[in-house]
């Protein structure tokens, strides 16, 4: 493996809707806090940057395949050259819900070529453990439908026109991007986790395995960044 | 090989490590080739079709103008776009930070200057095909003739002087569409700074190049970069066989060369010319 150019650690969190990975990477992060570790918490989609443009475009419905991976690349950009990579060049421990395999799954599953898409995101760096948290489609698409019943026009998938009805143009929408999220399992190294387990279970197992991957001592309370 | 092959294979090369100063990480397994679609799709776009595009829909044309600031780009559209007009072509213009989606805010972000080289890249490209997917094939769909403002080249120029990988901008960019014609208005940049300052009393900071620390004096940040540009430009030129007019010349010397191109190229025959009373004064 190449040498990399910064100290810090990246720990991501990818699956579809309702497959338990926030719930999860937050009680990470409460277990990581309380330990005192220095850590930082990004999400997808947050920059305040391109926030005016993407509500726009999504209210007016402007947007495109294309446009819609395009401003959420600038988005992500944004946090990767602000945050993300000061951050781990300043030794720290950084934990984010959701990261580029989300443009991957879902703008693969809207028809974007997968080599240009590899090609947008090249500047990201590669994570040091990526979860996947996989949970059956029913059983995702369920618990998004149960607790959340009015979905988005886009989050719907209703711009590639799959169905009139927005919870079956969700549903479809979720099938294209749990078999993308399938095909880079192998490719991209994730780590999968299995998203029906009691919710303290996968806690274990994902802190386990995060303790046994990274060396968390060096982001201990008390240790400041090394020069 | 034809020219245009050995063009697609160019842009099509796999994906090196980004030389982006930043990204050091493992690169990113690239995904498995999958040539473009059998369909005629590298005769409209340089590597990838967009999505949801076929491109046997494209009967207008699409003419690009290319250029730096003070090269008399703005000034020769407008002519054309007269002349084609009384020819009794449609035509439509289009160039950068026109978009709906996206135009203003990167205004505003240029306006704050509080934005990185990448975001602001990306921000361009959205720009771009937000214009391509909703004004320009459209357009070419009904058989107008495009005349662009500028096109991807500036963006690609402006995005190498600053640093990024040239081959991450021509992947970025593999979608868009290949212009039926690409003409390359050349000035000095003595020649352009003159022109531009003329025109506005004043440089703008992003014309100058100012964010790049090239130097403290405006002249001379302004000529360092737009040098650099042009640099850009004179590779891209062979690559992508761009017409190249000496934009020195009179506005009525560079129009005349631009009619004869574009007349052979929509089959016009005659291609005498006089602007009418309200573009007159461009006619100098």
């Known amino acids: 493996m190449p040498s990399r150019a910064y100290p810090g650690a990246l720990i991501v969190v990818e699956g579809t809707d309702g497959s338990g990975k926030s719930t999860q990477l937050y009680l990470l992060k409460r277990w990581l806090e309380i330990g005192g570790y220095r850590l930082h918490f990004t999400e997808w989609n947050s920059s305040p ?32 050259e602000r945050q993300i990579m000061p951050l781990l060049q300043g030794d720290y421990l950084v934990l984010a819900d959701r990261y580029i395999y989300t443009a991957f799954a879902r703008d693969a599953a809207r028809g974007c070529p997968g080599r240009w898409l590899r090609n947008l995101y090249r500047f990201a760096p590669v994570p040091d453990i990526t979860f996947y948290f996989r949970a059956p489609l029913d059983v995702a698409v369920n618990r998004i439908l149960s607790g959340r019943p009015k979905l988005k026009y886009y989050e719907a998938g209703m711009d590639m026109a799959l169905s009139y009805d927005r919870a079956e143009s969700f549903r479809l929408f979720q099938a294209r991007i749990l078999e993308e999220y399938d095909k880079m399992v192998d490719s991209d ?38 020069e | ?48 079709a967009l999505v949801g595009f076929d491109p046997s829909e494209i009967t207008g044309n699409l003419i690009v103008i290319e250029g730096m600031d003070g090269s008399g780009r703005s000034t020769q559209i407008a002519l054309l776009q ?25 205004d505003e972000l240029l ?30 769909r009904s058989g107008t003739v495009v005349l662009a403002d500028r096109f991807i080249f500036t963006l690609v120029a402006r995005g190498v002087v600053r640093g990024i990988n040239r081959d991450y901008l021509s992947g970025l960019y593999a979608m ?51 040098t650099m540009i042009k640099r850009e430009f004179e590779v891209m030129a062979k690559r992508h066989s761009f017409i190249e007019l000496d934009g020195e010349a009179s506005v009525s010397a560079v129009n005349k060369q631009l009619r004869q191109r574009i007349g052979d190229q929509l089959g016009i025959r005659a291609t005498k010319y006089t602007p009418s009373a309200a573009l007159a004064h461009l006619w100098r």
């Open chain 1, 49 to 80: 940057l391109v926030k005016s443009a993407t509500r726009r475009g999504k209210q007016r419905r402007l947007l495109t395949p294309t446009t819609f991976s395009l401003l959420h690349a600038a988005d992500f950009a944004d946090r990767c």
């Open chain 1, 189 to 226: 190294s994730f780590v999968v986790l299995d998203g029906t387990l009691p919710v303290n279970k996968l806690q274990k197992q994902m802190r386990d395995i995060v303790a046994s991957k990274i060396d968390l001592k060096r982001f201990a309370p008390g240790l400041p960044a090394p």
């Open chain 2, 1 to 48: 090989m034809s020219d245009q092959e050995k063009e697609k294979e160019k842009l099509n090369v796999p994906v090196a490590p980004a030389d982006l100063s930043h990204a050091t990480g493992t690169p990113l397994p690239a995904a498995k080739p999958g040539g473009p679609g059998e369909d005629g799709t590298a005769q409209y776009f340089y590597g990838e």
């Open chain 2, 82 to 106: 007269e002349w084609l007009e009384s020819e009794g072509f449609a035509v439509q213009t289009s160039g950068l930070r026109r978009s709906n989606l996206v135009g203003r805010d990167i």
């Open chain 2, 111 to 140: 306006a704050k200057n509080a934005v990185t080289r990448l975001t602001l890249a990306l921000m361009y490209a959205t720009d771009f095909f937000d214009q391509v997917e909703h004004r320009v094939l459209p357009a070419l």
């Open chain 2, 176 to 226: 868009a569409l290949r212009p039926h014609l690409t003409f390359w208005l050349n000035v000095r940049p003595e020649t352009a700074f003159a022109r531009e300052f003329k025109k506005a009393q004043a440089i703008s900071y992003w014309e100058a190049g100012r964010d790049m620390s090239l130097s403290h004096d405006l002249y001379w940040s302004f000529i360092r970069y737009q």
